[in-house]
């Protein structure tokens, strides 16, 4: 079965510092793979997806950049972090099919940016 | 536009009370309607996968129905163990990327 790891769970980080956060795969091979943020009030906003190593596309021009040097490996990173970053972050694939198939989330990351 | 409205934003239910929550959408080419139960500091969990009008799936206390213009989930004899946010979502039309369009989402609280 598949599996998808986020971490890490929680994160507090300063205006002004670099972040890294991490997703992985298990069980599966070429997958795509999205990062969303979902701030207070539950609205999920999708951030980047990619589709095969090295492919990222952007759906919000913001902070955050995204890669995947793995192909079950997908990281979300800031050079600079800014308060307006605080959120859920979400990872989450699938296999994309015929029909449309459905996202599988990691359990997410609580960030606070103080 | 493309979007995907859910209501009402919040629900109280006493246990045992049963009810419906409504997702409607306006997506050209539906290409399925997805459900999700959210839990306070968790991922979506993967609920149904509804494909075509008429589609009905069930699990346990819930089951979506699929018309051609929305999505309901019915909540039948609800315990507090149900309370959580749902969420239903459908795929972005352009292309086959596998981007999901959502909702806000339905905030469930049962009372024992």
């Known amino acids: 079965s598949q599996t998808i790891h986020q971490w890490p769970a929680t994160l507090v980080q300063p205006v002004g510092s670099p972040l890294s956060l991490e997703c992985t795969v298990e069980g599966t091979s070429n997958p795509n793979l999205y990062w969303y943020r979902q701030a207070a009030g539950r609205g999920l906003q999708l951030l980047f997806y990619s589709v095969g190593i090295g492919q990222i596309s952007s759906e919000v021009p913001q902070n955050l950049s995204a890669s995947r040097p793995q192909d079950r490996q997908f990281i979300l990173s800031s050079k600079k972090l800014l308060l307006s970053d605080s959120g859920f972050y979400l990872c989450?694939?699938?296999?994309?099919?015929?029909?449309?198939?459905?996202?599988?989330f990691g359990n997410g990351t609580r960030l606070t940016v103080t | 536009e493309d979007q995907v409205t859910q209501s009402p934003e919040a629900l109280r239910l006493q246990e045992g009370e049963s009810s419906s929550l409504n997702c409607s959408y306006t997506v050209s080419g539906l290409r399925g309607l997805f459900w999700y139960r959210q839990d306070p500091g968790k991922g979506p969990e993967f609920l149904f996968t509804?494909?075509?009008a008429g589609e009905e799936k069930e699990k346990e206390r819930l089951k979506a129905t699929l018309t051609k213009k929305e999505s309901f989930l019915h909540i039948t004899a609800p315990k507090p163990e149900d309370s959580a946010t749902y969420l239903c979502?459908?795929?972005?039309?352009?292309?086959?990327?596998?981007?999901?369009?959502f909702g806000q989402g339905t905030t469930l609280q049962v009372k024992p």
């Open positions: 979502a459908v795929p972005h039309p352009s292309g086959n990327t596998g981007k999901l369009i």
């Open positions: 509804l494909y075509s």
């Open positions: 989450a694939w699938t296999r994309v099919g015929g029909l449309g198939s459905p996202l599988h």
